[in-house]
């Protein structure tokens, strides 16, 4: 394989791979195969389950939470569950957004402080 590319999950798999984050290709079989690196180890995954680009992320993920909510996921009493969240490009953290209608176009990582555009279009 060439240059390192780049892939995330479709829904059939976001219970493996976190939804929004990307995950460097380590193999591809050119046909049906895909091996990630996941959590510093190698996992295997159908193409038809990844998304796959050329190039590192650069942009936040926009995650919109789908299904039945864990109480994990915040909510407690008097809070509303948060249901959309960005995911940054570089470190991968979740991060929660402004409540809408607001739609910054760039958002700066509580993790590792480094700032980025947003790219709107959930998935």
């Keep these: 394989m060439g240059q390192p590319r780049w892939a995330r999950?479709?829904?059939s798999v976001a219970d493996v791979l976190r939804r929004g984050a990307w995950y460097r290709v380590l193999e591809d079989?050119?046909?049906d195969q895909v091996v990630l690196e996941v959590r510093g180890r190698p996992m295997?995954?159908?193409r038809d389950d990844l998304t796959i680009r050329a190039t590192p992320p650069d942009r936040w993920s926009v995650v919109v939470?789908?299904?039945v909510l864990r109480p994990t996921l915040g909510g407690g009493e008097?809070?509303?569950v948060v249901t959309?969240?960005?995911v940054c490009p570089h470190?991968?953290?979740r991060q929660d957004l402004p409540p809408a209608p607001a739609k910054p176009p760039r958002l700066t990582c509580g993790r590792c402080g480094r700032e980025a555009l947003v790219d709107w279009a959930p998935c």
């Design 9 to 11: 999950s479709t829904d």
């Design 29 to 31: 079989d050119g046909e």
């Design 44 to 46: 295997r995954f159908t």
């Design 65 to 67: 939470r789908t299904g």
């Design 78 to 80: 008097g809070q509303e």
């Design 84 to 86: 959309t969240y960005a």
């Design 91 to 93: 470190c991968a953290e």
